[in-house]
């Protein structure tokens, strides 16, 4: 699970709550990625962040709904 956005984004910080609280709760790891400084995130994410992606693929952008990001990684975890 890897949540992409840049500092200082309040939907960002939203965005790592939900991701925060959702991974803790089924004991899946995730990381972070920043666009500043990565001219290749930036030029694929910067119209959308924060990113969150699934095992790779894109899963949301803008608002991270707990419940879908639930739902995707009990998916991931059955595989």
């Given amino acids: ?19 925060e609280s959702v991974c803790a709760e089924m004991g899946q790891t995730w990381q972070e990625w920043s666009i500043e400084g990565d001219p290749a995130l930036y030029d694929q994410y910067a119209e959308q962040i924060p990113v969150v992606l699934v095992d790779g693929e894109q899963h949301d952008f803008w608002r991270v709904d707990a419940e879908r ?11």
Avoid: Q, Y
Avoid at 1 to 19: N, Q
Avoid at 69 to 78: E, F, I, K
């Fill in 1 to 19: 699970m890897t949540l992409i956005g840049k500092p200082g984004c309040h939907l960002c910080d939203e965005a790592r709550a939900v991701v």
């Fill in 69 to 79: 990001l639930r739902v995707a990684l009990g998916s991931t975890l059955d595989r």
